[in-house]
C-alpha cells in the first residue's frame, strides 16, 4: 500500500513501480523468434528460403500459425501490460450505528447485510478530543470495541474508525489542556490498534465556537494549532503506526469567496493545525469530503478538492498521489426527527455511481442521526416511505462495481 510520507528527490514518493518495459520487449522478441523457428520447421528451410516441397507442408500447418499469432497480439506470449482496474470503494456510514446499544448479533447483520456498508465512523467512544479512553486493555470499553469489531466484521462490516469531534471547548492558553489532548488521542490509537479498527476519523467542523476563531488575546494561537496537529498526529503514530486517519471535512476548499467572510473566520485557523497534523506521514491519509453531499456531480467535487490540496500537500511533503479524496454523500434525513429523503432514489444511484468511481478505499454516507433506521438510537419513527429503494440502490451501485472488477 503506498504510504502518504515523504517525497524522494525526484518529487514522485519513495516507493517506485518497475517498468514492464524491459522485460516484455525481450519477452516479445523470444517469443517472436519462435515462431520464426515454428515456421521454419514445418516448411522445411528458413522463411527466406522455402522452397516448392515446403509449400505444402506450409499449408498444413497455416492453421496452427493463424492460431499461434492470434496468442501473439492478444497479449498471451507477448507480455502486453493490462492496466487492472482500481478496487471498488467500500461505503462507510457516518451516524446510524451507536456501539454501546447495537453491539449485537441482529444489528451487526442488519448493518452488513440488510443495509449493507463494510464500516462506520463509529461514535460514542471518543466522542470529543476532550474524552479519554484511557490505557486499560480489560476496560469494558476496550473490551467492548474488540467484541464490536469481530462480531461486525463476520457480516462485512470490516473497515471502522473512532470518530472524535471538536464538542467541547479547549483552553489554548494552557500547555496542561494541549497534552491532555494529545494523550487522548495517543489512548485512542491505541483502543484503535487494540480492537482492530482500521484508525481514526477526525471531524474539525467547530461544533463550539472559536475553536479556529482567532484570538486577539492570543496573538500565537496560529502557532499553536499546528504544534498541536503536529503533537496529535505523532501520538496517533506512535501507538497505531499502521493506522488509517481521515480527516473531514475539506476544510482548505472553505474559501473565500465563494463563503462568507463570517464562515471562514470559523474556519481560519484549522490550516495550520492540518500542516501539523500531517507531518506525521500516516500511512493512510484520506480527506473526505461535505461539499459533495447533495451534489450532482460529487466525483467533481473530489476532484476540486484533489487539485486544491496539492500544493499544501507538497509543501508538506506529502506525496498527493497518497492521499486518496472519498465523497460523502446525503441522501437521507432532513433533521435528526424528519427522516424524509433529500433526494429520490434514482438521484441516489446516480451521485453514487459517479462517487463510486473515484480512485478512494472509501465512498461514505452522511446518515443524519437514524435516518436508515426505524426507530433507531439518535431518531424515533419510520423511516422514508420509499427508504426500501435507497437500501436496493446502495447494493445494486455497489454490485454493478464488483461485477466490473
Same mark, same amino acid.
Not at 463563503?259 to 493545525?273: E, G, I, N
Given at each position: 500500500?503506498?504510504?502518504?510520507?515523504?517525497?524522494?528527490?525526484?518529487?514522485?514518493?519513495?516507493?517506485?513501480?518497475?517498468?514492464?518495459?524491459? /522485460?516484455?520487449?525481450?519477452?516479445?522478441?523470444?517469443?517472436?523468434?519462435?515462431?520464426?523457428?515454428?515456421?521454419?520447421?514445418?516448411?522445411?528451410?528458413?522463411?527466406? @528460403?522455402?522452397?516448392? +516441397?515446403?509449400?505444402?507442408?506450409?499449408?498444413?500447418?497455416?492453421?496452427?500459425?493463424?492460431?499461434?499469432?492470434?496468442?501473439? /497480439?492478444? @497479449?498471451?506470449?507477448?507480455?502486453?501490460?493490462?492496466?487492472?482496474?482500481?478496487?471498488?470503494?467500500?461505503?462507510?456510514?457516518?451516524?446510524?450505528?451507536?456501539?454501546?446499544?447495537?453491539?449485537?448479533?441482529?444489528?451487526?447483520?442488519?448493518?452488513?447485510?440488510?443495509?449493507?456498508?463494510?464500516? /462506520?465512523?463509529?461514535?460514542?467512544?471518543?466522542?470529543?478530543?476532550?474524552?479519554?479512553?484511557?490505557?486499560?486493555?480489560?476496560?469494558?470499553?476496550?473490551?467492548?470495541?474488540?467484541?464490536?469489531?469481530?462480531?461486525?466484521?463476520?457480516?462485512?462490516?470490516?473497515?471502522?474508525?473512532?470518530?472524535?469531534?471538536?464538542?467541547?471547548?479547549?483552553?489554548?492558553?494552557?500547555?496542561?489542556?494541549?497534552?491532555?489532548?494529545?494523550?487522548?488521542?495517543?489512548?485512542?490509537?491505541?483502543?484503535?490498534?487494540? &480492537?482492530?479498527?482500521?484508525?481514526?476519523?477526525?471531524?474539525?467542523?467547530?461544533?463550539?465556537?472559536?475553536?479556529?476563531?482567532?484570538?486577539?488575546?492570543?496573538?500565537?494561537?496560529?502557532?499553536?494549532?499546528?504544534?498541536?496537529?503536529?503533537?496529535?498526529?505523532?501520538?496517533?503514530?506512535?501507538?497505531?503506526?499502521?493506522?488509517?486517519?481521515?480527516?473531514?471535512?475539506?476544510?482548505?476548499?472553505?474559501?473565500?469567496?465563494?463563503?462568507?467572510?463570517?464562515?471562514?473566520?470559523?474556519?481560519?485557523?484549522?490550516?495550520? /493545525?492540518?500542516?501539523?497534523?500531517?507531518?506525521?506521514?500516516?500511512?493512510?491519509?484520506?480527506?473526505?469530503?461535505?461539499?459533495?453531499?447533495?451534489?450532482?456531480?460529487?466525483?467533481?467535487?473530489?476532484?476540486?478538492?484533489?487539485?486544491?490540496?496539492?500544493?499544501?500537500?507538497?509543501?508538506?511533503?506529502?506525496?498527493?498521489?497518497?492521499?486518496?479524496?472519498?465523497? @460523502?454523500?446525503?441522501?437521507?434525513?432532513?433533521?435528526?426527527?424528519?427522516?424524509?429523503?433529500?433526494?429520490?432514489?434514482?438521484?441516489? +444511484?446516480?451521485?453514487?455511481?459517479?462517487?463510486?468511481?473515484?480512485?478512494?478505499?472509501?465512498?461514505?454516507?452522511?446518515?443524519? @442521526?437514524? &435516518?436508515?433506521?426505524?426507530?433507531?438510537?439518535?431518531?424515533?419513527?419510520?423511516?422514508?416511505?420509499?427508504?426500501?429503494?435507497?437500501?436496493?440502490?446502495?447494493?445494486?451501485?455497489?454490485?454493478?462495481?464488483?461485477?466490473?472488477?
Amino acid at each position: 500500500m503506498p504510504t502518504a510520507g515523504h517525497l524522494g528527490s525526484d518529487g514522485k514518493g519513495s516507493e517506485k513501480m518497475e517498468s514492464p518495459g524491459n /522485460f516484455c520487449g525481450a519477452r516479445k522478441q523470444k517469443n517472436l523468434s519462435v515462431f520464426r523457428r515454428f515456421i521454419a520447421s514445418r516448411s522445411g528451410g528458413e522463411p527466406g @528460403g522455402i522452397g516448392d +516441397e515446403g509449400v505444402y507442408r506450409l499449408k498444413r500447418w497455416v492453421w496452427i500459425a493463424a492460431v499461434i499469432l492470434l496468442s501473439v /497480439f492478444l @497479449g498471451t506470449w507477448l507480455c502486453f501490460p493490462v492496466p487492472l482496474s482500481p478496487p471498488c470503494p467500500k461505503v462507510l456510514m457516518f451516524d446510524g450505528l451507536e456501539i454501546q446499544t447495537q453491539n449485537n448479533e441482529p444489528m451487526a447483520r442488519y448493518w452488513g447485510q440488510t443495509i449493507g456498508v463494510q464500516g /462506520f465512523f463509529v461514535n460514542n467512544v471518543m466522542g470529543s478530543w476532550e474524552t479519554s479512553v484511557g490505557d486499560d486493555e480489560n476496560s469494558q470499553l476496550y473490551q467492548s470495541a474488540r467484541r464490536f469489531q469481530v462480531l461486525y466484521s463476520k457480516y462485512g462490516v470490516t473497515d471502522n474508525f473512532i470518530k472524535t469531534a471538536l464538542y467541547n471547548e479547549h483552553d489554548w492558553k494552557s500547555p496542561a489542556a494541549e497534552s491532555r489532548v494529545v494523550s487522548n488521542f495517543r489512548q485512542a490509537a491505541h483502543l484503535a490498534k487494540y &480492537a482492530g479498527f482500521r484508525g481514526l476519523a477526525l471531524d474539525l467542523e467547530p461544533y463550539v465556537k472559536g475553536w479556529w476563531n482567532e484570538d486577539p488575546a492570543l496573538p500565537d494561537k496560529l502557532e499553536r494549532a499546528y504544534v498541536l496537529g503536529r503533537r496529535v498526529g505523532a501520538a496517533i503514530v506512535s501507538e497505531y503506526p499502521d493506522a488509517s486517519v481521515i480527516a473531514l471535512p475539506e476544510i482548505l476548499g472553505l474559501t473565500c469567496p465563494p463563503y462568507q467572510p463570517d464562515f471562514c473566520a470559523v474556519y481560519v485557523l484549522s490550516h495550520r /493545525f492540518w500542516d501539523g497534523l500531517i507531518q506525521a506521514h500516516f500511512r493512510q491519509l484520506i480527506i473526505a469530503t461535505e461539499n459533495s453531499y447533495n451534489s450532482v456531480r460529487p466525483d467533481m467535487i473530489a476532484d476540486g478538492t484533489r487539485k486544491s490540496y496539492r500544493d499544501n500537500l507538497l509543501s508538506n511533503g506529502v506525496d498527493p498521489e497518497t492521499v486518496p479524496i472519498s465523497p @460523502g454523500i446525503w441522501p437521507l434525513g432532513q433533521t435528526y426527527t424528519d427522516k424524509a429523503a433529500r433526494c429520490t432514489p434514482a438521484q441516489f +444511484e446516480e451521485r453514487l455511481r459517479l462517487a463510486m468511481k473515484q480512485k478512494s478505499p472509501y465512498v461514505w454516507i452522511y446518515g443524519q @442521526g437514524s &435516518a436508515w433506521e426505524k426507530d433507531g438510537p439518535y431518531g424515533k419513527g419510520d423511516v422514508d416511505p420509499r427508504f426500501q429503494e435507497f437500501v436496493k440502490v446502495l447494493q445494486r451501485v455497489q454490485g454493478s462495481c464488483a461485477g466490473s472488477q
